[in-house]
């Protein structure tokens, strides 16, 4: 029984769905239009923020490697996903991404460096991917990852430099703010289902 | 001139509903006074009992309260919504006049029970038409102030006229919540 409920929640969670088309066109070019792409998408914005305080609550080491290792795992997945003929959804999946990295955040636990560059690594490919199915076009999806190293860098290191023990609560405050978004995200998810 | 046309395609990829969805999300809970005053009575609460509370409440409400949101959302009835909201000023009113000092666990617990029943309000009014990720972020964020407001309050705790205050702060509450009792039963 247990093993059958895990198996439905894993295929719910897993399932994807056809998106519908949203890309924005800001006639600036494709390079502008996937910065707008991500800034006005809060399922790509939140999980990079997630990962950004994460990364930052790590340290210097961790804040670098999620700087480099994110912007190329998203470019990479990106590519992959243009060969996709229809535009893909996963936002149980992708709440579910949120959910396990606002955990960490809240729960502020000291990770290794290769587990915060596999997060980052695999939160690039996946987040990446989908925008690749979104025919962002290879340009598109240099502005994400332009504009995915300038907000990690942003908030990595202003999350380095905190030294104030009220400060550092307040990021795992942060972390359980995501934690709740994408349980509600989830809930959204169900009740869409 | 291409910028023109150029900006009205840009602001054609928000979705009906959506700014509105997040400004929707954020003012239900600044707009009911019965979640107001519970959640800024977790703040007060939290301040009263210092570290490590004064974070973990804040942070035990949203999550739990997430959890009754998403109840909420998936149509799953949860008896006595309003009471328990009304309880909850009670409760916590009552715990910041007494200034109740229980372990840490039992705060949350405590805490964490009544977050069930604002979040599954949430969950279950939002208007049609609204943007459900950007109104989940906007009341979480405006729970979030409350808390935070409860706790800037709170800190005139560290004075004896201050804890005073917030003493009678939690009176008002309870007594607010008794009101709101009564109107849920009426």
Request: glycine share 16%.
């Given at each position: 029984m247990r093993l059958a409920v895990s198996v439905a929640l894993g295929l719910l969670v897993l399932s994807p769905v056809e998106a519908q088309a949203h890309l924005v066109t800001t006639g600036l070019g494709p390079f502008y239009d996937g910065i707008s792409h991500f800034t006005l998408t809060p399922d790509d914005i939140l999980p990079v923020l997630a990962l950004a305080l994460l990364a930052g609550l790590s340290g210097p080491s961790g804040g670098r490697a999620a700087l480099f290792v994110l912007p190329v795992a998203w470019l990479a997945?990106?590519?992959?996903?243009?060969?996709?003929?229809?535009?893909?959804?996963?936002?149980?999946?992708?709440a579910s991404t949120l959910l396990g990295l606002g955990a960490l955040v809240a729960l502020d636990r000291k990770l290794p460096l290769g587990l915060v560059a596999g997060l980052a690594a695999a939160l690039g490919l996946f987040h990446g991917y989908l925008n690749g199915t979104a025919k962002l076009g290879a340009l598109g999806l240099s502005g994400v990852a332009a504009t995915l190293f300038v907000v990690v860098a942003l908030v990595a290191a202003f999350v380095v430099s905190l030294r104030a023990p009220w400060s550092r609560m307040a990021v795992r405050v942060a972390g359980s703010w995501l934690v709740a978004i994408s349980m509600l995200m989830l809930g959204w998810t169900f009740r869409a289902g | 001139m291409p910028r023109l046309p150029a900006l009205l395609l840009a602001a054609a990829h928000i979705q009906p509903g959506e700014a509105s969805g997040l400004l929707?999300?954020?003012?239900?809970?600044?707009?009911?006074?019965?979640?107001?005053?519970?959640?800024?009575?977790?703040?007060?609460?939290g301040a009263q009992l210092g570290p490590p509370a004064i974070w973990l409440l804040p942070v035990t409400f949203p999550m739990v309260m997430a959890c009754g949101g998403t109840l909420g959302?998936?149509?799953?009835?949860l008896p006595g919504v309003e009471i328990g909201i009304a309880v909850s000023a009670i409760v916590l009113g009552v715990l910041v006049l007494a200034e109740a000092r229980p372990p840490l666990a039992a705060a949350a617990v405590v805490v964490g029970f009544?977050?069930?029943?604002?979040?599954?309000?949430?969950?279950?009014e939002l208007p049609q038409g609204q943007s459900g990720i950007l109104y989940s972020i906007g009341f979480v964020i405006g729970t979030g102030c409350l808390h935070a407001v409860g706790i800037a309050l709170g800190l005139v705790h560290r004075w004896s006229p201050g804890r005073l205050a917030l003493r009678a702060a939690g009176a008002v509450v309870a007594l607010a919540g008794v009101g709101f009792l009564v109107r849920g039963l009426a």
């Open positions: 997945g990106g590519l992959l996903g243009l060969s996709r003929s229809s535009e893909l959804s996963m936002p149980a999946l992708t | 929707t999300g954020f003012l239900h809970p600044v707009s009911g006074l019965d979640h107001v005053i519970a959640m800024v009575a977790v703040g007060i609460w959302l998936m149509g799953v009835a009544f977050a069930i029943f604002h979040g599954h309000a949430h969950g279950t």
